[in-house]
């Protein structure tokens, strides 16, 4: 894809820090990696158009606005590669599996994003919350309803930031007020991929709920919106539950498993992400890898919904992408250091150990690349978009104690992925703009 054409509107900015990227991707459970790129101490110049300009240890002349964050960390912006919109107000609900909650608390509160005012004010606010997180770039499920895909991509264009997203497709198993139907969707996502497709850093994804909502016409539908045009992304969730599982066999019994219900429609490819992926086997291991379709992990979900412990060295070892996710409704928050904390917790369950440089990769240039954009963010290369976020290495006596005793990067960065959340967070910029501070009344000294 073609990079998104910015014009020159900005200061010349200067942020001095601790920097960390990633060079490339770290090796599993290989904690003296080169993969990741430490730089302490150090300027990262934002050119005039909210690119990354170079990294340099002096300070650059006052032609450039100069932040000083000595001591604190500098990351790329986090990209969450699955979360919902309308979901934000079913966060941490309480006592269900996932098709119980679904029923339960998360179609009520999808059906109001039929009205435009509340799609809008939705869609801000959920924004403005990703980017108090840390997190820079997401692909997202709004609804069912057009005007809740339209309201998030033009309250992210507003704010310069590289969404993912399209109108749920959903034409049956949901009740009245959520469901499409074929013909009205087709005409919807047509009319919404030409509007807001490849505009700036907005892109479309065809994007089916999961297997047990949508007929078997409007899955061959999806898939001919895919084949017709190599750069839309899909979204999809697939094998998060066991009932899920078993509800997929018997809704499409000549299916060979979950995964083959999109596999044979054409769903899975280089641009499409699955959430989830836990009950997978070995032959869908190997799909996913050779249509280059990607898993979105999203571990407090699958923690919080008990629907299971995710094969992360299965799905590597298989050569397909990972990256890391909030899910929130079924997450529990939007903060990645917490998500990814979780996933640790998922590994170790699996008697698997996930190293800071795995989890962060996966949320930052893991991610750009899995999606096809590492020319455009996820890193300090010179030349990509500036998302990059200001962090407090410690917030608390307790971070601050523990933060002082680590002795190498390691165990420093896992500390800090550890002990960290969106209270860490100093400063949010997207393509070089400010977008989100931390306001005065939080600060450094909280016990
Ligand atoms: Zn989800």
């Known amino acids: 894809m073609s990079q998104p054409s910015i014009p020159a509107r900005l200061p010349r900015r200067a942020l001095r820090g601790d920097l960390l990227d990633f060079a490339s991707s770290p090796g599993w459970a290989e904690l003296d990696s080169p993969a990741p790129r430490f730089r302490p101490d150090q300027w990262l110049l934002i050119d005039e158009q909210g690119r990354i300009a170079g990294v340099q240890a002096e300070a650059p002349d006052e032609s450039w606005q100069r932040e000083d964050h000595s001591g604190r960390l500098i990351l790329p912006g986090f990209i969450d590669t699955h979360v919902h919109c309308p979901q934000l107000d079913v966060i941490a609900s309480y006592g269900t599996e996932l098709l119980d909650w679904l029923n339960t608390y998360t179609f009520p509160a999808e059906r109001r994003y039929a009205d435009l005012a509340v799609a809008r004010a939705g869609a801000e606010r959920f924004l403005d919350a990703l980017l108090a997180h840390g997190t820079t770039a997401a692909v997202v499920f709004p609804t069912v309803h057009k ?45 919404l991929i030409q509007r807001f497709h490849a505009r700036e850093r907005l892109a479309y994804a065809v994007t089916v709920r999961f297997a047990p909502t949508s007929t ?47 596999a044979r ?34 571990p407090s979900s699958n923690l919080f919904l008990g629907s299971g412990l995710m094969d992360w060295q299965a799905l590597r070892a298989a050569g397909v992408a990972v990256s890391t996710a909030s899910d929130v409704g079924g997450g529990t928050s939007l903060s990645m250091q917490r998500n990814l904390l979780d996933a640790y917790k998922i590994q170790a369950l699996r008697g698997e150990r996930l190293s800071a440089w795995v989890a962060l990769h996966a949320a930052t240039r893991g991610a750009a690349e899995a999606l096809g954009l590492a020319r455009e963010l996820g890193s300090f290369d010179a030349g990509t978009l ?21 002795r190498e990067l390691h165990e420093r960065v896992f500390a800090w992925m550890s002990l960290s959340d969106e209270r860490n967070l100093a400063a949010t910029f997207v393509a070089g703009e400010a977008r989100y501070r931390r306001p005065a009344t939080m600060t450094a000294s909280a016990p």
């Open 147 to 191: 005007v809740s895909a339209e309201a998030l991509f033009e309250a992210a264009e507003v704010r310069g930031m590289r969404l993912i997203t399209g109108k749920v497709l959903m034409d049956r198993h949901a009740p009245d007020g959520l469901r499409d139907d074929v013909a009205q969707a087709e005409r919807d996502c047509v009319d």
């Open 216 to 262: 078997p016409e409007q899955l061959a539908m999806a898939g001919a919106l895919c084949r017709a045009d190599a750069s839309l992304y899909m979204q999809t969730h697939v094998a998060e539950n066991r009932s899920e599982v078993d509800w997929v066999a018997q809704l499409f019994p000549d299916a060979r498993s979950y995964l083959d219900v999109y």
């Open 386 to 406: 500036a998302d990059v976020c200001v962090w407090d290495w410690a917030m608390g006596s307790v971070a601050q104690a523990r933060f002082e005793v680590a």
């Open 265 to 298: 429609e054409g769903l899975l490819h280089p641009r499409a992400v699955l959430a989830h992926g836990i009950w997978l086997d070995e032959t869908d291991r190997g799909v996913l890898a050779e249509t280059g379709a990607q898993i979105a992990h999203s």
